[in-house]
């Protein structure tokens, strides 16, 4: 299984994948790194028959705080036109980076 920056993955039994949003000082709040990410791991999951059931959890404290402020700051002066480009040349990536792709994401 590939490895991640801010993702950490398991495989405790058979069929089973628990992936831990890794931020905990952040209180695991998602960056468009980890949308991108998290896509990828779905991929990878979904590319699996062996793997029934995907488990989503967050390190320390909190599941999740949302989306990082300071990836939302970058927001006010994107074009929505940029912001949706990802979703539809990219399938699934984030506006920012360019991403990984998602093999479920639509047209």
Same mark, same amino acid.
């Given at each position: 299984?590939?490895?991640?920056?801010?993702?950490?993955?398991?495989?405790?039994?058979?069929?089973?994948?628990?992936?831990?949003?890794?931020?905990?000082?952040?209180?695991?709040?998602?960056?468009?790194?980890?949308?991108?990410?998290?896509?990828?791991? @779905? =991929?990878?999951?979904?590319?699996?028959?062996?793997? $029934?059931? +995907?488990?989503?959890?967050?390190? %320390? *404290? #909190?599941?999740?705080?949302?989306?990082?402020?300071?990836? @939302? =700051?970058?927001?006010?002066?994107?074009?929505?036109? $940029?912001? +949706?480009?990802g979703r539809?040349a %990219? *399938? #699934?990536?984030?506006?920012?980076?360019?991403?990984?792709?998602?093999?479920?994401?639509?047209?």
């Open positions: 299984m590939a490895t991640y920056e801010t993702l950490l993955v398991d495989r405790p039994r058979a069929g089973i994948v628990v992936a831990t949003l890794n931020r905990p000082d952040r209180l695991n709040a998602l960056t468009f790194g980890m949308f991108d990410e998290l896509a990828r791991l @779905a =991929a990878d999951t979904g590319a699996d028959d062996r793997v $029934r059931v +995907l488990v989503l959890t967050g390190a %320390g *404290r #909190g599941f999740c705080a949302g989306l990082d402020l300071a990836d @939302a =700051a970058t927001l006010p002066d994107m074009t929505a036109a $940029r912001f +949706l480009e539809r %990219g *399938r #699934g990536r984030s506006p920012r980076s360019g991403g990984c792709p998602s093999r479920s994401s639509p047209p």
